[in-house]
């Protein structure tokens, strides 16, 4: 996603883990960490006074920076949509064929923060531009812990990118099946 290289680039990160709070408060907005209801990890509030983004701080540490990355991605991406967005559930990986709106928002929230916290740049360096097996959960969660981001997070990025093995990626050439797997 271009937004995501063009906050990455402006930040000068170039190694995982991206420090999102640092990029959040850079970008000018508060970050509010409260506990709220199991099923809300996160909020983006606009005011004439400023921006917010808030944060379940009853949610697990990689869920909490994917719901910051989100509420940023809303804020750059939906920047003349309504002041509050309010996301009841962290990652909804959804069919592209959902056409409401506030679907596809939360849809493009997503693929932003995957994007930003899971470059495709250092995951292709890390990788030496091979993949890793899905069956692989040692693997996949050694490279989650790098980024700091949940496995199902980090599953899902490398999907998008093409660089899982043992399942068809979203839209790779075939070669990049035929590629060894990495061990990491």
Known sequence: MAEAEKVLARA????????????????????????????????LIRKDSGAYVGVNSLHHRNRQRFTLAHELGHYILHHDSPTVFVDDALIHFRAETTTTPNDMYEMEANAFAGALLMPESM???????????AMDE???????????????ALTIRLMRVGLLGGVDPIGPPAQQRKRPPTEF
């Open 12 to 43: 000068g990160y170039v190694r995982p883990p991206v420090p999102i709070e640092d990029i959040i408060v850079d970008t000018g907005l508060q970050i509010q960490s409260q506990p709220l209801e199991t099923n809300v990890s996160g909020f």
């Open 138 to 152: 040692a693997a996949v969660r050694n490279m989650a812990r790098r980024y700091e981001v949940s496995p199902q």
């Open 123 to 133: 995951l292709r360096r890390d990788l030496a531009e091979r993949y890793i097996d």
